[in-house]
């Protein structure tokens, strides 16, 4: 299916009996068509640009949703001999069973990103180990007021409960730039992905933090969940040692171990010192990549950009990596980035200790990581981050990983 764009609902309403893959000339990775096609479970390639129009009905044409590769009249036995390997691959990730690890047993932890308790319940049936992201703020877009600190727990409870034997890493509100929670965004801004967001709008409201870190507590007692599931808390949009500190000191107040996203470009940079105020970080390849290649995330004319095979941004990640293991703090991958298999390959090489994706896409990323051996992924990273450019990453780690 070759269309111009197609709107969530398009996508929603798609029929995989009638199709075997989706291009669309604009939209983006983190866009809804794509999140939507990773659930369906067809190869989907986003924001092609304008040269659709070559592509005639009828025309023969292969879809590589792995490489975002699309080869007009392609080789008949090339064709045939790529949708069998496909088909090949699809049938070891149904198979693949968790937890993950590498040929020669390192371990990555799977987890899943989910938003609400239907999310989580749908997470519980699949591999995943726990979760690694739960986006709080989205129980709230449709909120005028603030819910109160009993409401919360109860609205908490529905996905902690789905997890009930193992970990689960609550964020606190991420309000403002793309999801604009009424009782907490400030109206208004002029540029609202610079503006104040996450962490920032409790700078100003830190009772309205307190109150979600209270909720989160009354909620974690009231299951009786111990270490044995952890409930980890973290903030999103960190970009200071200060920051970092104030949080991790209010979650020390409510007994709540405390994080922090690493998806501004200066905590990467600065992960040396905000690190040992907190017991783990987790990496926001999503926005680490929007602001390190300062290109808006939903934009689909800068895709090309907000790729987060982007070297610049595996660099940071790599740098992150590297202070985690030195001040021994643990470092997870939250981003679409973790839901790519052959990225997610890159990111263990690196040095990331969890991958949290939407739950459909852990058993790929656990096949893939079931087939190489660790060393596999130490070179892989090693060319990803040495490449000139996304593209070449991409096509570099494929080389290694999938001879
Ligand atoms: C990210 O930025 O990568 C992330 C996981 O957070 P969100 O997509 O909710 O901004
Ligand atoms: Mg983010």
């Not at 968790?98 to 997470?123: F, Y």
């Not at 877009?141 to 409401?151: M, Q, R, T």
């Not at 789905?162 to 970990?167: D, I």
């Not at 007692?221 to 000191?249: I, Q, S």
Request: hydrophobic share 45%; proline share 5%; net charge negative.
């Amino acid at each position: 299916l070759f269309a111009d764009d197609l709107s969530p609902a398009d996508t929603a309403a798609l029929d995989t009996n009638h199709f075997v893959a989706l291009v669309t000339e604009l939209g983006g990775p983190t866009s809804h068509t794509a999140i939507i096609a990773r659930q369906l479970n067809v190869p989907c390639i986003v924001a092609v640009g304008s040269n659709l129009n070559d592509i005639k009905a009828g025309d023969k044409v292969l879809v590589d949703g792995a490489l975002g590769t699309i080869t007009l009249n392609a080789d008949p036995e090339i064709a045939v001999a790529a949708v069998a390997e496909s088909k090949l691959l699809a049938e070891r990730i149904a198979q693949w069973r968790g937890p993950a690890e590498t040929k020669d047993g390192h371990r990555v932890q799977l987890l899943a990103n989910v938003q609400d308790g239907n999310a989580a319940r749908i997470a519980s049936d699949t591999q995943a180990e726990g979760i690694g992201l739960f986006r709080t703020e989205m129980c709230f877009l449709s909120a005028l007021e603030e819910p109160s600190v009993d409401e919360q727990a109860e609205v908490y409870k529905k996905v902690l409960e789905r997890f009930p034997n193992s970990k689960v890493v609550v964020r606190s509100l991420d309000a403002g730039s793309d999801k604009p929670v009424a009782f907490a965004t400030m109206a208004d801004e002029m540029n609202p992905a610079l503006g104040v967001r996450g962490l920032r709008v409790a700078r100003a409201n830190e009772p309205l933090l307190t109150r979600q870190l209270d909720a989160i507590a009354k909620a974690v007692k009231e299951l009786g969940r111990d270490e044995n599931a952890p409930t980890w808390v973290m903030a999103p949009m960190v970009a200071t040692a200060r920051e970092a500190k104030w949080f991790a000191g209010l979650c020390a107040e409510r007994g709540l171990v405390a994080g922090a996203m690493i998806e501004v470009p200066a905590a990467a940079l600065m992960a040396d010192k905000i690190m040992p105020h907190l017991d783990f970080v987790s990496i926001g390849t999503n926005d680490l990549t929007q602001y390190t290649m300062a290109a808006d995330r939903m934009s689909p004319q800068l895709a090309y950009l907000t790729d987060p095979w982007q070297p610049a941004v595996l660099r940071l990640i790599q740098h992150t990596c590297e202070e985690g293991k030195r001040t021994n703090t643990a470092v997870g991958v939250c981003g679409e980035a973790a839901a790519d298999p052959l990225l997610a390959c890159v990111l263990a090489g690196l040095g990331v200790n969890s991958l949290s994706s939407a739950s459909t896409a852990i058993a790929g990323v656990g096949a893939q990581l079931s087939a190489i051996d660790f060393d596999t992924c130490v070179k892989a990273a090693e060319a990803a981050i040495n490449a000139e450019g996304a593209t070449e990453a991409r096509q570099k780690v494929r080389d290694i990983l999938q001879p």
